[in-house]
């Protein structure tokens, strides 16, 4: 199958009826711009050729034009010189470059006609490819909804008694709190026993320490 007609069958395709005839649509979506990733390489490629082309037909053009352009000048000159005969054969020369311009500016025409279309053609599928990736993450992303709700379906319909389910969490949410409490209070066990003597030692020091500071303030007015 050619680049233009995979691109032409993807773009024209009913992409939800392809969907619904896909056992994995994810896959499918990821295979379409895997193609379409390796198509616009190989445009990329063919584009790249056809615009050199294009500046070599143009290259080839300008230096024709050139050259007539310098065979008029060397006429000129020789008439100048009053050589004639050189100035007719100057002459005959342009006349033969300009005869081949007609077909070198159809070739370039051509050239660039091609150009313009490839760059068209390779624009168009870059832009196409955005907007199928866009259109993947937007498929993926219902695809994924879609199987999650198919899963709680399934466990939905294999719960026959709400209210046993009910009761069933309600004894699950007793264990936890009885399995936190027993940690909470191993927990509280576990700490070392706080030492008070410390804290009333810490009570006289600060005492002792007043004193001190009372007796060097007595001691002071005793001497003044």
Do not use: C
């Not at 866009?134 to 466990?155: F, G, P, Y």
């Amino acid at each position: 199958m050619s680049i233009l007609t995979r691109f032409k069958d993807i773009m024209t395709s009913n992409m939800n009826a392809l969907l619904d005839k896909a056992e994995n649509p994810e896959k499918m979506i990821d295979q379409y711009l895997r193609n379409l990733n390796r198509d616009l390489g190989k445009v990329k490629a063919e584009t790249a050729s056809v615009m050199a082309e294009e500046q070599r037909a143009k290259r080839v053009l300008e230096e024709s034009k050139a050259d007539a352009e310098k065979m008029e000048k060397y006429a000129i000159k020789a008439l100048e010189a009053g050589n004639e005969d050189d100035a007719r054969k100057f002459l005959e020369r342009k006349t033969q470059i300009t005869e081949k311009q007609a077909e070198l500016q159809q070739a370039y025409d051509l050239a660039e006609s091609n150009a313009h279309q490839m760059r068209q053609m390779h624009d168009k599928l870059v832009s196409d490819i955005n907007e199928l990736e866009a259109k993947r993450r937007m498929l993926k992303a219902k695809w994924s909804v879609a199987k999650t709700q198919e899963r709680i379906n399934k466990i939905g319909s294999s719960v026959t008694d709400a209210n046993n389910t009910a009761a069933g969490f309600g004894r699950m949410e007793d264990k936890v709190n009885r399995a936190l409490d027993e940690a909470n209070a191993m927990a509280e066990l576990n700490k070392a026993p706080k030492d008070d003597i410390e804290d009333l030692a810490s009570k006289y020091d600060k005492q002792v320490s007043v004193d001190d500071e009372l007796a060097r303030l007595k001691a002071k007015l005793n001497k003044e």
